[in-house]
């Protein structure tokens, strides 16, 4: 294996629905493509005013969100805040996060290591109506 790698993300799968998000978002996870060891990257995006259908959070992978484009509010464990455009948010592992896009969407970067045999834990409607 050569000392880098490169991959366009609109060439990487959108894998959303396969994780039950709805028309509207889309997730993108290049890890195999790049072959990365140590470090994985995403990118996603919810239409106008969408929630992410859950929350999600680590045993061990810490990750950072790199706001993009659009914005909206991010909730963590109980607080919920603000995120716009250029907006970097770090999370500890074992904050439950997830994401609601504003009028204009919201589209994002998550930077997350270190990966393997890391488990998630996936919640279905954690975010409730405030």
Known sequence: ?????????EEV??????????????ARFPKGELGSE????????LGPNMRAPF??????QEELYVILAGGGR??????????????V??????????????PDGLEL?????P???DRGEIVQGWWAED
């Open 1 to 9: 294996m050569s000392g880098w790698s490169k991959i366009n993300l």
């Open 13 to 26: 799968e959108d894998v959303a629905s396969k994780f039950g998000m709805p028309d509207g978002m889309s």
């Open 38 to 45: 140590k470090v994985a990257v995403s990118q996603q995006s």
């Open 55 to 60: 929350g999600h959070r680590h045993e061990e």
């Open 74 to 87: 991010m909730k963590l464990d109980d607080d919920v805040i603000e995120i716009r455009p250029q907006d």
């Open 89 to 102: 948010i770090r999370v500890a592992p074992q904050t439950m996060r997830a994401f609601e896009s504003g």
């Open 109 to 113: 970067l998550a930077i997350g290591g």
């Open 115 to 117: 990966i393997g045999g």
